[in-house]
T-cell receptor, first 113, second 113 residues
C-alpha cells in the first residue's frame, strides 16, 4: 500500500534528551512537511522540504532540526533546546511544489517528562 | 500566518446540510483552494480542491465565486461521524517559490443527534 508512515505512535522522553521522529513515504512525492499540534489548536509548520538535500524553516523551527538525505525520508529531531516539546507531531507529503493536496501520517505523540 | 479566515466553530444536527465559509481575500492568481478534515489524534485528510466555480465529489461540494476571495465547503446531510475540524488552505509561497502549506485554526464542526 502507498502511504506515509510515522513511527513510533507514542514516544516518551526525559527532559534534556534529543529525540528523533521518523517519517517515511512511498508515494514518490517531492515535498515533505513537519507540523506540530497542541491540544485544541491548529497545525503549525516546523520545517518543509521540496527536494532532497534542501529544506526550509517553517513558522516554529527553533529547537528542531531535520534532514532530507533520501526522497522517501524526512526525520525530525526535537532537541533539548525546544522549551515545550510535548505535542502531537504530524508529517505530510505532496507530489510537487504548489500542490496543496497533501497526505498525512497518523502522527507521533511525544511526551517529555 | 494563515492566509485564510474561517469560523471557529459550528453546530449542526444529523441530516442537515452544513456550509462552512472561508475568506481568502489575498488569494494569488495561481492558488488552488483546498479543504481538509481532521479527527482527534489523526492526521488531516484531504476532502476537496478547486480553482473556480463548483467542484463536487462523493464527500462534499466546493463553491467558489468569480472573485475567488472566499469559498464554501458544503457537506450534504451530515452524520455524527462528520464531527471534526475542517481546514481551508490556499497556496502560501515561501523562499524559492515553494508552497508552505500553512494551516489556520480551522472550524470545529459538532454534529448533534
Amino acid at each position: 500500500d502507498g502511504g506515509i508512515t510515522q513511527s513510533p505512535k507514542y514516544l516518551f522522553r526525559k527532559e534534556g534528551q534529543n529525540v528523533t521522529l521518523s517519517c517515511e513515504q512511498n508515494l514518490n512525492h517531492d515535498a515533505m512537511y513537519w507540523y506540530r499540534q497542541d491540544p485544541g489548536q491548529g497545525l503549525r509548520l516546523i520545517y518543509y522540504s521540496q527536494i532532497v538535500n534542501d529544506f526550509q524553516k517553517g513558522d516554529i523551527a527553533e529547537g528542531y532540526s531535520v534532514s532530507r538525505e533520501k526522497k522517501e525520508s524526512f526525520p525530525l529531531t526535537v532537541t533539548s533546546a525546544q522549551k515545550n516539546p510535548t505535542a502531537f507531531y504530524l508529517c505530510a507529503s505532496s507530489s510537487s511544489t504548489g500542490n496543496t493536496e497533501a497526505f498525512f501520517g497518523q502522527g507521533t505523540r511525544l511526551t517529555v517528562v | 500566518l494563515a492566509k485564510t479566515t474561517q469560523p471557529i466553530s459550528m453546530d449542526s444536527y444529523e441530516g442537515q446540510e452544513v456550509n462552512i465559509t472561508c475568506s481568502h481575500n489575498n488569494i494569488a492568481t495561481n492558488d488552488y483552494i483546498t479543504w481538509y478534515q481532521q479527527f482527534p489524534s489523526q492526521g488531516p485528510r484531504f476532502i476537496i480542491q478547486g480553482y473556480k466555480t463548483k467542484v463536487t465529489n462523493e464527500v462534499a461540494s466546493l463553491f467558489i465565486p468569480a472573485d475567488r476571495k472566499s469559498s464554501t465547503l458544503s457537506l450534504p446531510r451530515v452524520s455524527l461521524s462528520d464531527t471534526a475540524v475542517y481546514y481551508c488552505l490556499v497556496g502560501d509561497m515561501g523562499p524559492g517559490g515553494y508552497n508552505k502549506l500553512i494551516f489556520g485554526a480551522g472550524t470545529r464542526l459538532a454534529v448533534h443527534p
